[in-house]
């Protein structure tokens, strides 16, 4: 069996330190280097990643997260008990010489459309793979009910019923759609007929369907600053003119919209805590932007990411509980309550729209799985949805509470932590001129996630913040989490 690579091999890696690219980032392309080149031949083990993280001077969580990677992709394998091994089968060119060879031959420019040109510079991302904590947005899927949820797969699966296995209905699962009908009333304050609800593989695709549906290329869409990546980015692919709004104390700043910007098509809001910032939308503001849309034939997006998990009180209503006139569009998600592989959200439409949304949705892809959208849906009829909420805002909570006073003690020099009473995220402003982009790259290199709250920002705000999400991380490890930051904000 061919040994561990060292030595001198290690010259190979092109690790560079104070430059704008992660060092995780680095060692990925370097290993992904020696394999396609052969250097890293078929069947060779990898040093463990205790060592290699030693050799290199590296955080041992960055090499596992990189390990993880290429075996996700089928760079290598691993083997219990035995190591990490480059996986055999691999169709590239084995010799060094060769591979250098081919890659010094003028490659014929390649055109891509404007729309791919826009998707290329966005900012959105999804860490693949395992996570570590801060990552904002990321539930606790250690403690979801696995067992109960397999048993409502199963079902789903063996009913004598075999349309799930099927493509299912235009509209996403009418026992689904009746479902979420029921929650919304009871949760949100909302009522809306089944036939409004379009099921979607996350609120993602509900953000690229209205943006389909409604928007022409030159339209305008004010769009919260600092606020959703992904949905912000998606209306800029389409062509339209994105306007950044500010947050005030009450939420999306209507006055300034109207002062500074063109009349909008569209507005996108998250009206019950704001992403990132965490400002909940006070009841004149939401009347007032309701009153704009019906003067001005526009429609509004009330992204309601993680409106279960509010920490004083119930719920506040939603903003499209107060909408007479059917200018919202109500987007949910179960990705953050239960769990991203689920593949599941939905958005509440006007009906008149139903059919336009149905069929954009049959041909953009449908995305969501039958048997997936029946087993929750008896999840939710027979209480378990509202057990796991319940029981997570608990922990979540807790965890929320925690983080608030540990970064409180440690981390008092460099970043001033906001309390929130809803979500799973929490902001904290930086100090002493530290950047956010520079602060998240140093976390990530001592395996701490975290989003800059530069990345949500159409134009940059004056003060600089990192987002940490709270609610994937025990509460055991956030007293060492939040010392390990402290010195690395320290070291900057």
């Not at 947005?137 to 799930?164: C, H």
């Not at 701490?448 to 025990?474: M, N």
Request: charged share 25%; with cysteine.
């Amino acid at each position: 069996m061919p040994k561990s690579p060292g030595g001198a091999l290690l010259q190979a890696f092109s690790i560079e330190r104070g430059t704008s690219v992660p060092i995780y980032r680095q060692l990925d392309a370097s290993l992904r280097r020696l394999i396609l080149e052969g250097t890293l031949a078929a069947g060779q083990k990898l040093p463990s990643t205790r060592e290699l993280a030693q050799d290199l001077g590296l955080s041992r969580i960055t090499v596992k997260s990189v390990y993880e990677q290429l075996i996700a992709e089928g760079y290598v394998q691993a083997k219990t008990g035995a190591g990490t091994f480059v996986a055999d089968g691999l169709e590239i060119e084995t010799k060094p010489e060769i591979w250098r060879a081919r890659q010094k031959l003028t490659m014929p420019d390649i055109e891509i459309s404007e729309r791919a040109q826009t998707i290329m510079s966005s900012k959105a991302s999804v860490r693949y793979g395992e996570t570590e904590p801060f990552r904002p947005g990321v539930p606790a899927l250690e403690l979801f009910p696995t067992r109960i949820w397999n048993k409502y797969l199963l079902d789903a699966m063996t009913s004598r019923n075999r349309q799930n296995l099927s493509y299912g209905e235009v509209n996403g699962s009418s026992a689904l759609r009746a479902s979420i009908v029921r929650h919304l009333a009871d949760a949100r304050g909302m009522q809306v007929d089944a036939d409004q609800i379009i099921i979607t593989s996350g609120a993602q695709q509900a953000f690229v369907l209205i943006a389909f549906v409604l928007l022409s290329r030159g339209d305008t869409v004010w769009y919260e600053n600092p606020g959703h990546i992904a949905g912000r980015d998606v209306m800029q692919i389409m062509g339209s003119n994105v306007a950044p709004v500010p947050i005030d104390g009450e939420g999306f700043d209507l006055q300034f919209a109207q002062r500074t910007h063109a009349k909008p098509s569209l507005i996108f809001t998250t009206p019950s805590h704001q992403q990132p910032l965490g400002v909940t939308m006070s009841l004149g503001r939401r009347l007032a932007l309701l009153n704009y849309a019906k003067e001005n034939d526009c429609w509004i997006i009330e992204d309601d990411y993680d409106s279960e998990f509010r920490y004083r009180g119930r719920p506040l209503p939603a903003l499209s509980a107060l909408d007479s006139e059917r200018r919202v569009f109500y987007v949910g998600t179960f990705s953050k309550s239960m769990f991203a592989a689920m593949r599941l959200g939905y958005v509440v439409v006007p009906p008149a729209l139903a059919d336009s949304f149905a069929k954009a949705r049959n041909l953009l892809g449908q995305s969501s799985s039958a048997v997936v959208e029946q087993a929750l849906s008896r999840f939710m009829d027979e209480g378990r949805f509202v057990e796991h909420i319940r029981k997570m805002r608990r922990i979540y909570r807790e965890r929320r509470d925690v983080l608030f006073e540990c970064l409180t003690r440690d981390c008092s020099a460099f970043l001033e932590p906001q309390e929130t009473d809803a979500g799973m995220h929490m902001l904290a402003w930086l100090k002493n001129g530290l950047g956010d982009q520079d602060v998240h790259r140093a976390l990530l290199d001592a395996g701490i996630e975290s989003l800059p709250l530069s990345v949500y920002c159409i134009e940059p705000l004056e003060r600089k913040g990192i987002v940490l999400g709270f609610s994937g991380a025990d509460t055991r490890r956030i007293p060492r989490l939040t010392k390990r930051i402290a010195d690395v904000l320290a070291s900057l």
